[in-house]
């Protein structure tokens, strides 16, 4: 029974996977003083979109000195001046696992985001290149400027 629930539940999930207007990144850069690596998922909001733009929760899953997961609402600007590019910006509550000398726990954090769309015709999915930055303040684990490169694909 449950797992018959579970696979339909993923069935009307994927059902309404366009709707969503999902996207999926890997990521790479820092995190504090240390090298950071891990994925983004993001999504549009169902319950309001704005006139122009789209707002995005977003899901951030990376790997620092310690484990950080980050739940993030931003609002992306499409650039009419050049073709593909989106600028946005977005606050969200994050937690982190915790490392030597550093506790873990939660944290606000403040980011900017840059994505482009790359000109690519012959994938099944149109791919993105980005850059996201900003700053993390709480957890003393997680505390600090963050930058990093993503590389995705929009479904």
Known sequence: MKKGLLALALLAALSLAQAFSPSAALRGGFAGNAGAFGLEASWDCLLYQPPVGALRPTLDLMV?????????????????????LRLGGGIGIGY????????GGLFGVFRVDTEFDLPLKDLPAPIFAGVDGGYAIGAPAAEGAFFSLKLGARF
């Open 64 to 84: 620092a000195d310690s484990f950080q997961a980050t739940f993030a609402m931003r609002y992306m600007l499409p650039l009419e001046e050049v073709q593909g």
């Open 96 to 103: 982190s696992g915790s490392e030597t000398g550093r506790a």
